[in-house]
């Protein structure tokens, strides 16, 4: 059934709205934004509550390597040919998750970016991967149209020992942008895995089987976006879609900051 919003209430958005505005003008004032490749203070035009800021620096986005067309149509890695469909890696596996996307490749600046996101509390860099996901994949997000972003869980230990899940201050983020909401509930790391890098497919796969419990989710929601920092083989990501839908969920879509290169 249809709600329509009083008067008063849409007022009272609109409040909300203009108070959120003034706050994060405060905000990015006493903690001015960093550049999340080269880590200087950026120097803003305006703090005007609204203005648009700026989350990079024109010289540090040069140094970059952004993912573009063509790409993978599974998992969205960079294709050289664009004749080609999948990846190597999607020849060989069949994903359990619907599709997935990534912004950047992960390598040179971008390693050092992300281990600062992840390991040296450089939580605002979020603000950036978010704005440029918005920026390149708001098309697709609302083609696909998720109910909801869900991070990938990490481990309760971890989390007490590094503080935050960089991946849920990047669907926070995401969030705020595109109005799709946030559960870090429904979905839970069970088994604290050892780090995955030096593992196979399989072996990562074998690993990473009954490491996530959902609840059920037959009445909640019908299309998942999964969102994490990197994207490697995409076993953890099909380790998740596959609880999620003997869960109840129809289709699983992942997104990533970063990915391999692919070809
Ligand atoms: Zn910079
Ligand atoms: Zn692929």
Redesign the pocket.
């Known amino acids: 059934m249809v709600k329509f919003r009083t008067m008063r209430e849409v007022n009272n958005m609109k409040k909300e709205t203009i108070i959120n505005e003034i706050k994060e003008s405060i905000l990015d004032i006493v903690y001015p934004l960093r550049c999340p490749i080269c880590d200087e203070i950026l120097v803003q035009k305006s703090f005007l509550p609204g203005a648009p800021r700026i989350k990079i620096h024109e010289k540090c986005m040069k140094k970059i390597t952004t993912i573009n067309e063509p790409m993978?149509i599974?998992?969205?890695?960079q294709l050289l040919d664009e004749g080609l469909e999948?990846?190597s890696?999607?020849k060989k596996i069949s994903h359990i998750f619907n599709q997935g996307k990534s912004l950047f490749v992960y390598k040179n600046e971008m390693v050092k970016s992300m281990y600062s996101f992840k390991y040296s509390n450089k939580r605002e860099y979020a603000k950036f991967y978010a704005e440029y996901t918005y920026k390149k994949y708001n098309q697709w997000l609302q083609r696909i149209q998720p109910d909801v972003i869900i991070p990938v869980p990490m481990h309760p230990k971890k989390i007490k020992k590094r503080g935050y899940n960089q991946s849920e201050i990047y669907a926070r983020e995401l969030s705020r942008l595109t109005g799709i909401p946030v559960d870090n509930k429904s979905l839970k790391r069970v088994v604290n895995t050892k780090p995955l890098k030096e593992l196979t497919t399989q072996q990562r796969k074998n690993m990473l089987k009954k490491s996530f419990y959902s609840e059920n989710l037959f009445n909640k929601y019908k299309k998942i976006l999964l969102v994490d920092d990197i994207y490697t083989t995409g076993s953890t990501m099909d380790a998740i879609s596959e609880e999620l839908k003997i869960k109840g969920i129809e289709r699983v879509y992942c997104l990533s900051i970063c990915t391999g290169k692919?070809y």
Do not use: A, L
Request: with cysteine; net charge neutral.
């Open positions: 993978c599974k998992c969205g890695h999948y990846c890696d999607c692919g």
